[in-house]
Nanobody, 119 residues
Framework: QVQLVESGGGLVQAGGSLRLSCTAS????????MGWFRQAPGKEREFVAR???????HYADSARGRFAISRDNAKNTVYLQMNSLKPEDTAVYYC?????????????WGQGTQVTVSS
């Protein structure tokens, strides 16, 4: 059974930082492409960052320069370091995993962790 468990969310003031973690089990983490997404109230889920198993990294425009995605294959964990947080970053953050040989869709999702940025 595949599980992705996010942690590290919370309440932070604008300009502050948080580091989210997502630990995976039940899958071969080292060959999975890992991504972070978020969903704000009343909005659709949106892409934040991804780090493929081969090392390729891509950020949404809203995250570039402020967020950093990394992974530790030995710990089956992907991280999202978020700096210079803004109120508009408030959302539930999800990690997701996919295996590109099976398609472009992220098949496995975590339950999410709430990030709230106060002004």
């Amino acid at each position: 059974q595949v599980q992705l468990v996010e942690s590290g969310g919370g309440l932070v003031q604008a300009g502050g930082s948080l580091r989210l973690s997502c630990t995976a089990s039940g899958l071969t983490f080292s060959t999975a492409d890992m991504g972070w997404f978020r969903q704000a109230p009343g909005k659709e889920r949106e892409f934040v960052a991804r780090r493929w198993s081969g090392g390729n990294i891509h950020y949404a425009d809203s995250a570039r320069g402020r967020f950093a995605i990394s992974r530790d294959n030995a710990k089956n964990t992907v991280y999202l370091q978020m700096n210079s947080l803004k109120p508009e970053d408030t959302a539930v953050y999800y990690c997701a995993a996919r295996y590109p040989q099976y398609g472009n869709e992220y098949k496995y999702w975590g339950q999410g962790t709430q990030v709230t940025v106060s002004s």
